[in-house]
C-alpha cells in the first residue's frame, strides 16, 4: 500500500495510488530491462542489438506480471488462460504501440533539437528520450487503463457528493 496523505479525498488518493504503482512498475520494468540487457550483452556476449530483443521481453513480462496483481488487480478477475492470453495480446499491443511512440518522438525531438542546439551534442540523445518517455508514458496509461485491463474496478469519480 502506498501511503497517501489523509486529506485528499478518497477518489483522488484512489488516482494518485494507481499512477504511483504505474510508475513503480516502470522503474521496476527499466531495471529488469537493463539488468537482463547487461547481463546477456556482457556477461554472455550476445550481440547488443538481439540481447535487446530479449531485454524488452523479460521486462514487458514483468511488468505485466507486476501491473495485473498490483497496479490494476485484475489477476482476481482475469483467470482462465484464454482470458489471461488475450490480456497479454493486448497489453504487448499496447506496450509496442507505446515503444514505437516513444521512438519516434525520441527521433523527431533529436532531429528538431539538433538544429537548434549547438556544442551539446553528447546531452541531445538523453533529453530526446526523456522527452519521448514521457509522451509514451500517457499513451500506456491510456491504452493499459482502456484496453489491456479493462476489466479492472474503475476509479470513483473526481467529483464527490
Known amino acids: 500500500m502506498i501511503a497517501l496523505p489523509a486529506s ?3 477518489s ?10 504505474f510508475a513503480t512498475t516502470g522503474g521496476i520494468g527499466f531495471a529488469v530491462d537493463v539488468g537482463t ?7 554472455f556476449g550476445v550481440n547488443p542489438y538481439v540481447a535487446r530483443v530479449f531485454a524488452i521481453a523479460v521486462a514487458m513480462f ?9 497496479t490494476w488487480k485484475v489477476h482476481d478477475k ?20 507505446a ?3 516513444n521512438y519516434g518522438i525520441y527521433a523527431a525531438t533529436l532531429y528538431t533539437l539538433s538544429g537548434l542546439v549547438q556544442g551539446f551534442d553528447d546531452l541531445l540523445p538523453p533529453v530526446a528520450a526523456v522527452v519521448g518517455t514521457a509522451v509514451a508514458m500517457f499513451v500506456s496509461w491510456f491504452g493499459y487503463s482502456h484496453f ?5 474496478d474503475p476509479l470513483p469519480p473526481l467529483r464527490e457528493g
Open 37 to 43: 540487457l547487461t547481463l546477456l550483452n556482457a556477461g
Open 78 to 97: 482475469t483467470t482462465d488462460a484464454r482470458a489471461v492470453a488475450a490480456e497479454g495480446v493486448r497489453y504487448v499491443t499496447v506496450a509496442v504501440g
Open 99 to 101: 515503444a514505437l511512440v
Open 62 to 70: 514483468t511488468t505485466w506480471m507486476i501491473n495485473r496483481r498490483w
Open 148 to 152: 489491456a485491463f479493462r476489466h479492472a
Open 8 to 10: 485528499l479525498s478518497p
Open 12 to 21: 483522488l488518493r484512489a488516482r494518485l495510488e494507481r499512477i504511483l504503482k
